[in-house]
């Protein structure tokens, strides 16, 4: 039998390509599922673990795309400090008086999962047609080329995030600074 024309079989679950294979799978639920957790919660500490749940996913799915660092900072920035000053915010926000009593919109019961049923059947009919190819690894994605990186063709988007930080924290003082009153 000519080699080349051998059948290659998939990998086992006990492989490592199997076991990898799992784990993105169940990541990717993790993913969606706090993604769920955080649209649907009646209570907004419930939805921002839910946040934090799929911040969390997203993190292991930048893992599994060969950039720890960026990895790293989703848990650091996402994670660690936009989902506790949410946290926070809630925290020192007055109890809401009013609570939401039903569907408020066209696409909130039936309607709405006959959409997402509808989206989701596209997106997996067009996954299963789809040719995924992988590309070659370019670099080995430590933080010192991502820093030569940042600091030499990308100075300028490194400059514009930096600027957008800032203008969000000035922001966040002259709100602070108004207190509950207004």
């Known amino acids: 039998m000519n080699p080349s024309m051998a059948i290659t079989e998939a990998?086992?679950?006990?492989?490592?390509?199997?076991?990898t294979g799992l784990i993105f799978l169940v990541m990717m639920a993790?993913?969606?599922?706090?993604?769920?957790?955080?649209?649907?919660?009646?209570?907004?500490?419930?939805?921002?673990?839910?946040?934090?749940?799929?911040?969390?996913?997203?993190?292991?799915?930048?893992y599994f795309l060969n950039s720890p660092f960026v990895a790293m900072m989703q848990m650091l920035i996402y994670v660690g400090a936009v989902c506790i000053a949410i946290a926070f915010a809630i925290m020192l926000a007055a109890p809401e008086e009013s609570q939401k009593t039903g569907p408020s919109g066209p696409l909130s019961g039936p309607l709405g999962f006959i959409t997402a049923g509808i989206v989701t059947f596209g997106l997996l009919v067009?996954?299963?047609?789809?040719?995924?190819?992988?590309?070659?690894?370019v670099s080995n994605g430590t933080v010192k080329e991502l820093g030569i990186q940042f600091l030499t063709s990308y100075s300028m988007v490194f400059?514009?995030?930096?600027?957008?930080l800032l203008v969000a924290i000035i922001g966040a003082l002259v709100i602070a600074?108004?207190?509950?009153s207004k």
């Open 11 to 19: 990998p086992g679950l006990l492989t490592a390509d199997g076991l």
């Open 30 to 62: 993790t993913t969606i599922i706090g993604g769920i957790i955080a649209c649907c919660a009646k209570r907004l500490v419930r939805a921002v673990a839910g946040l934090i749940v799929c911040f969390i996913g997203v993190a292991t799915l930048y």
């Open 159 to 164: 400059e514009l995030i930096s600027i957008v």
């Open 177 to 180: 600074r108004a207190g509950r």
């Open 126 to 137: 067009l996954a299963s047609r789809t040719k995924f190819t992988v590309f070659p690894k």
